[in-house]
């Protein structure tokens, strides 16, 4: 049986590309990290709805540009195991890579463009600076003493607005999506795709665990490669220096990598999983 393959693939960015959380890098710099990391984890975890923390996290750390573009650096140090290899592979098999996440949207592009996806298929949320603020008569444009002022209302400002991102990224594109992510607001946008990947590499949600029709729950992200591209396609990098990731992947999901919500959808995997590990060892 022939696992289907998955086009389109969405990823979101803390947590999931990157083993840590912007806005908490934000607020370690202000030291207010307790005090945001409980607002943000009560949202990722479904407890409040994003709406009501997002404005106040940046409004109680009242970052300055600088700080907000210092994130990316932290995020390039801090990739996911095995996340730009897996992008890479994914690019050479012909699917078509997105990322969508609650981040700010300098760091947020600038780490996605670093990790090989295209500025146009990133989505994040813009910010506004007081650009007055200092001595403003001596400054030039994007300084890094300006501070922060407001940022852009939208979908990715509330927990149930991935959805909208994808449909509008997706368009009238045909051919399978999936996403995958660590939060709540991720399995929310599940209802958008063909598939949802709860990740919990980095932090495991109960209710994303619990609800996500597929659980990857190992430090490296490398399992998605069978989910995405279906475990047959290593046979299509075999002569190639993605194969050793397709074997780590078949390795790690040989030791439980992958659990299923969906009985159905369990089987189906298995049985295309079966049909390849064999020959893939």
Avoid at 53 to 65: A, C, D, E
């Amino acid at each position: 049986m022939r696992w289907p393959h998955y086009e389109h693939i969405f990823f979101d960015c803390d947590s999931t590309l990157t083993t840590v959380e912007g806005i908490d890098i934000l607020a370690e710099s202000a030291n207010k990290k307790q005090e945001i990391e409980a607002l943000t984890n009560a949202a990722m975890d479904g407890q409040i709805d994003l709406e009501e923390v997002y404005g106040k996290r940046l409004q109680t750390i009242h970052p300055s540009r600088a700080q907000i573009q210092d994130i990316r650096r932290i995020y390039k140090k801090n990739i996911v195991e095995d996340a730009q290899s897996v992008i890479h592979t994914l690019q050479a098999l012909g699917h078509q890579i997105y990322i969508i996440s609650g981040g700010l949207a300098e760091p947020v592009e600038q780490f996605g463009i670093y990790l090989g996806v295209q500025k146009e298929n990133i989505r994040a949320v813009q910010v506004d600076f007081d650009q007055l603020s200092g001595d403003w008569w001596q400054q030039k444009d994007n300084n890094p003493k300006d501070q922060y002022m407001a940022f852009e209302e939208g979908a990715l400002t509330i927990s149930n607005g991935k959805a909208k991102i994808v449909k509008e990224l997706l368009g009238e594109k045909t051919g399978r999506s999936l996403l995958i992510g660590d939060g709540t607001s991720d399995l929310l946008a599940g209802t958008a795709v063909d598939l949802f990947v709860g990740f919990g590499g980095v932090v495991s949600r109960d209710k994303v665990r619990n609800e996500a029709p597929a659980f990857i729950p190992t430090p490296s992200i490398s399992p998605l490669l069978l989910l995405a591209a279906g475990p047959a396609a290593i046979d299509r990098v075999k002569d190639s220096e993605h194969r050793t990731l397709f074997k780590k992947a078949f390795d790690l999901t040989n030791q439980g990598a992958i659990q299923f919500k969906n009985e159905q959808l369990k089987q189906k995997f298995q049985k295309a999983y079966q049909a390849v590990y064999s020959r893939a060892h």
